[in-house]
Nanobody, 114 residues
Framework: VQLQASGGGLVQAGGSLRLSCKAS????????VAWYRQAPGKQRELVAT???????SYADSVKGRFTVSRDNVKRTLYLQMNSLRPEDTAVYYC?????????WGQGTQVTVSS
């Protein structure tokens, strides 16, 4: 299983970014995939999930600002991030849990300046 995240960068507060996570080596269509993030000195936290039926869930801190979606043909998970805040600064990781273990992408850095 490989998860390749991209799309991070430096943006001013109030700006937007779209992250992508390309999956391979797994049946993407039938699995729940997720975005996590980890800020310096903090624990990794769940940001959003997207299940095989298109159902989504979000951390309270990003509700109304972030949207998670997927393209099963492209085997890609997306995270549209709007109204970004400095506290959104973190490394963002995509995740899938298969066969009792967690698989992680390499992470993509998002930095929001004030």
């Amino acid at each position: 299983v490989q998860l390749q995240a991209s799309g991070g960068g430096l943006v001013q507060a109030g700006g937007s970014l779209r992250l992508s996570c390309k999956a391979s080596g797994m049946n993407f269509r039938i699995n729940t995939v997720a975005w996590y993030r980890q800020a310096p000195g903090k624990q990794r936290e769940l940001v959003a999930t997207n299940d095989s039926g298109g159902g989504t869930s979000y951390a309270d801190s990003v509700k109304g600002r972030f949207t998670v979606s997927r393209d099963n043909v492209k085997r890609t998970l997306y995270l549209q991030m709007n109204s970004l805040r400095p506290e959104d600064t973190a490394v963002y990781y995509c995740n899938v849990e298969l066969w009792g273990r967690a698989f992680w992408g390499q992470g993509t850095q998002v930095t929001v300046s004030s």
